[in-house]
């Protein structure tokens, strides 16, 4: 006999529970949010939004410290204690925001406690008490994967995204292990903000750059700041106070280390075996993307915990539509996902969307580094790439490092989605002198190419100034 009993269950209050709980209620379900900490999202406390506050800090830093070129002079000190002590104060705002949301719920929605199953419909929580639902929504999103050696070394020398934004101070030196998308953001703002940073992969790319000129610009534009070991075997020893890394060409001593090695879906302890759900021999069962659906059960797997699309705009997503399909099971809706889109907030931002280079018919790149906004503002590096299909020059995809990015990526992405040729995009008004307007070089080559017709009432010329 269950102890609670409801139309949907979710387990987990981040992003993506959040949202699954929201629709599934909009849709008119009992639902049940369990969590054993509602806590606020990671994003808000431990991911997004104090690595963004983190990476605004250095971008002060930063532009004091160029200031220089433009005329203006400046002193330039770092006070390492209050740049962390904003990171959580602003931090503790945006979590707290995110758990007043919680109040706002329907009486005895929440249920604070850890869940795991003991049956297809069945949830056993750790506080003794047993739940029955007609559907389940997983989301109980991901964890940092620490490998053996930093593991076993524990105390507060190494570092992941859980700990590094409780530090008091800045430390002198840090190694970042891993160059994904946290590793390099991290890595680019603790730098910028004076601390001496080296990072070290196993492998050979960065933050999974598609192509080797943006690699190739990327990785120029890093080595401004830190010191960088791709293709590195690193292993550590504890020190009194530190921390020794020796890899295959040398050794360094550094006072704490952050490892960003990637993060696994959090579904130990979930006992899924008990599910009924078909697992792989990773343990983790068939999500179709378009439903969330586990298999042919009632059990939908939304956010990072599916390990798809581990961003929070698709654990956002990925919940609403779980949690609807949840409500309404079996009546399903199939969602039309958007693009793959990512940015990865180094300075330049690197952005990547939809399909890439290998998938392209035709590619078009526009460069940076000459180009007349970028130049005013001293930040003329790096390029875009455009890609575009055949035979229409539809545009697929896009692959950026280059000053504002996060927002020509927005633009790429909503064409890239609404089906829009290069020729389409290129008939739009573009503003003079702004980043925007460096696209266009990249949309006439593959107009070019295609070839396609240049909107015939547009300037065809592409100059840096006037
Ligand atoms: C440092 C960092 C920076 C990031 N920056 C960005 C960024 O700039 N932009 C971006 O788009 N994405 C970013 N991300 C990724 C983004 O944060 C995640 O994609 C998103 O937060 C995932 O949301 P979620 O709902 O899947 O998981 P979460 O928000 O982690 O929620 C999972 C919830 O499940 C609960 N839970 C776990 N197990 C159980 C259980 N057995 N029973 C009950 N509850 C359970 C947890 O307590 C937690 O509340 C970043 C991530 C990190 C780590
Ligand atoms: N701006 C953003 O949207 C943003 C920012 C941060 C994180 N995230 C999300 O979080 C996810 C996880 O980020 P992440 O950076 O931890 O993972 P990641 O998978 O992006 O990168 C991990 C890196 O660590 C390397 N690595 C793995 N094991 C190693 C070892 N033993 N020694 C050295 N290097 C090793 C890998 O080669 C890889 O380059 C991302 O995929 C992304 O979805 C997004």
Request: charged residues 20%; aromatic residues 4%; contains cysteine.
């Amino acid at each position: 006999m269950a102890d609670l009993t409801c139309d949907v269950a979710v387990i987990g209050a981040g992003t993506a529970g959040i949202a699954a709980e929201r629709s599934a209620r909009a849709q008119g379900a009992k639902t049940l949010l369990i969590d054993p900490d509602f806590a606020g999202t990671v994003c808000a406390t431990v991911g997004c939004m104090p690595s963004k506050l983190l990476i605004a800090a250095a971008h002060r830093a930063h532009d004091a410290r160029t200031a220089g070129l433009f005329g203006v002079s400046t002193s330039v000190s770092v006070d390492g204690a209050a740049v962390m002590a904003r990171v959580r104060a602003e931090r503790d705002a945006f979590a707290a925001a995110t758990r007043a949301g919680f109040d706002d719920l329907p009486n005895g929605t929440c249920i604070r406690a850890r869940a795991r199953f003991t049956g297809p419909g069945a949830l056993s929580l750790d506080d003794g008490r047993k739940v029955a639902a007609n559907a389940i929504v997983i989301a109980t999103g991901s964890h940092p994967m620490v490998p053996p050696p930093f593991r076993d070394i524990g105390g507060d020398r190494v570092l992941t995204n859980r700990t590094v934004f409780e530090q008091a101070d800045l430390p002198k030196s840090l190694a970042v292990i891993g160059a994904g998308a946290i590793g390099i953001e991290l890595a680019q703002a603790f730098a910028r903000l004076g601390v001496r940073v080296a990072v070290f992969d196993q492998g050979d790319t960065i933050a999974g750059a598609r192509c080797d000129a943006i690699h190739d610009a990327l990785k120029a534009e890093l080595a401004k700041d830190m010191d960088l070991f791709l293709g590195a075997d690193v292993k550590p020893e504890a020190l009194a106070g530190g921390i020794r890394l020796v890899w295959e060409e040398g050794d360094d001593t550094f006072d704490r280390v952050l490892v960003a090695t990637g993060r696994l879906p959090s579904l130990d302890g979930l006992d899924l075996s008990a599910s009924g759900l078909h697992l792989d021999d990773n343990g983790l069962p068939d999500v179709d993307p378009e439903t969330l659906r586990c298999g042919d059960s009632a059990i939908f797997l939304a956010g990072d915990a599916n390990a798809n699309r581990p961003v929070l705009h698709e654990a956002s997503t990925e919940g609403a539509v779980a949690g609807r399909n949840a409500a309404a099971f079996p009546d399903l809706t199939h969602a039309t996902r958007s693009p793959r889109f990512t940015i990865t907030f180094t300075d330049p931002p690197l952005v990547s969307i939809g399909q890439g280079p290998v998938d392209s018919a035709q590619i078009g790149t526009a460069d940076y580094t000459d180009q007349g906004r970028a130049k005013v503002e001293a930040r003329n590096v790096g390029l875009a790439q455009l890609y575009a299909a055949a035979p229409d020059g539809r545009l697929i995809g896009a692959d950026l490092f280059c000053p504002g990015a996060d927002h020509l990526g927005h633009l790429i992405a909503w064409a890239v989605d609404a089906g829009m040729t290069a020729s389409d995009l290129l008939s739009k008004p573009f503003y003079h002198p702004t980043v925007e307007e460096g696209l266009r070089g990249a949309l006439r080559e593959i107009c070019r190419a295609v070839p396609l017709d240049l909107p015939g009432d547009r300037d065809t010329g592409n100059p840096p100034g006037i």
